[in-house]
Nanobody, 118 residues
Framework: QVQLVESGGGLVQAGGSLRLSCAASGRTFNIYTMAWFRRAPGKAREFIAHINWKGGSTYYADSVKGRSTISRDNAKNTVYLQMNSLKPEDTAVYYC???????????WGQGTQVTVSS
């Protein structure tokens, strides 16, 4: 089991920035990738970015590419999502997730709300 706790959400004006954090605990040695997803009201869950836990390679959705950076601190078992130039359409609940195998996200955090005002 892996437990995930997100933090860092909040209300920000359009054009602003936020940094989300996700701390993992438990069987963290099984982590293959960590990722961020989001769910906006009335919409399906959307993949945002992932990072390979050992190698550090990253991948971003087109919707956030160039505006967001995913990073990790292996010593703290924490993944971060720095989001810049935020837009009202970025408003959503943001979730982090852990995959023990490629694209198999078995563990999810409780989510943190990000609201971008225009």
């Amino acid at each position: 089991q892996v437990q995930l706790v997100e933090s860092g959400g909040g209300l920000v004006q359009a054009g602003g920035s936020l940094r989300l954090s996700c701390a993992a605990s438990g069987r963290t040695f099984n982590i293959y990738t960590m990722a961020w997803f989001r769910r906006a009201p009335g919409k399906a869950r959307e993949f945002i970015a992932h990072i390979n836990w050992k190698g550090g390679s990253t991948y971003y959705a087109d919707s956030v590419k160039g505006r967001s950076t995913i990073s990790r601190d292996n010593a703290k078992n924490t993944v971060y999502l720095q989001m810049n130039s935020l837009k009202p359409e970025d408003t959503a609940v943001y979730y982090c997730a852990v995959a023990g195998r490629p694209a198999k996200y078995d563990y999810w955090g409780q989510g943190t709300q990000v609201t971008v005002s225009s």
